[in-house]
């Protein structure tokens, strides 16, 4: 396993708290409160991956379940998945430099210190999650997601416990859409996830292309994807690219959110969020990620 020193600004219990009850937690397993494993594809295969957080808050251990020592090019790509997903990267301190500013955000700031945003692995799994989940209830939304990683995912047994992950998308992209319409999904996100399957297997979801991106141009790209309207692909950029400047301003959670923290009769609309959220500009996603769990929602 490899060791990575977790930034001072990290809450091991709130960030993994969110992640139990959020949309991007059906991969993994805990197993304990501190340590939990899932299917992630590293080096050209299916691999069980376990992050183990350290008691003293102090250290992330990554590494392959069971294995003890792994070459120098699997430990490179675990390094580099442990940083993304965990958010490793993102200077906080900076981040509630800015918030704090605005008097309306410092409770949600106290609130929320130290929760990261978890990323997904790929642009990729973060669509699919997005897509998956639109137009339906939470609960519904689980029970496709896990209905496809059952039928159609990768698949291992680890210590007794059944792993599962999303289809590759060279499977995903082969499947038809009528086994898709059993798995709970309409005949509209069939396409959808088939459109993002293909546009994935040809390499067009690699995240490198984005880099040079502006977080506008990013979204417009994504958007270019059948079934990605604005939200989805505001969702996308801060989960699937990391963006830590995006704000999903159509979100109706978020609507509700700053009509209780302004206190204002009407509740504000996507126009009037936009230009509240100029406020945050750095760090909007962190805004976002902090309001959506005053209520209690985690997306």
Sequence with gaps: MITLPLPRRFSVARTLAFLRS?????PYHFIDPRRLR??????????????????????LRVGIAGERTVPRPLAQALRRLGVHVWSLDTDLAQCYRTLRRDPLMTPFVRRCAGLRMIRTPDLYEALLIAVLGQQISVAAAESVRRRLM????????KDGIVFLGYPPPRRLRNTSPRLLRTLGLSRQKARYVLEIADCAATGGLHSAAFDALSDEQAIERLRQIPG???WTAEVVAMRGLGR???????????????HRALGCAARPG???LRTLAERWQGWRSYAALYLWQSLGITT
Excluded: I, N, Q, Y
């Design 38 to 59: 899932r299917l992630f594809r590293l080096g050209g295969r299916a691999r069980v991956v376990e992050f183990a957080f350290g008691r003293a808050g102090a250290h």
């Design 244 to 258: 830590a400047d995006v704000f999903p301003a159509g979100d109706l959670g978020l609507m509700v959110a700053a």
């Design 270 to 272: 996507e126009a009037d």
């Design 22 to 26: 959020s949309s991007l937690g059906a």
């Design 150 to 157: 059952t039928a159609l995912g990768d698949r291992m047994v």
């Design 228 to 230: 990605v309207g604005r």
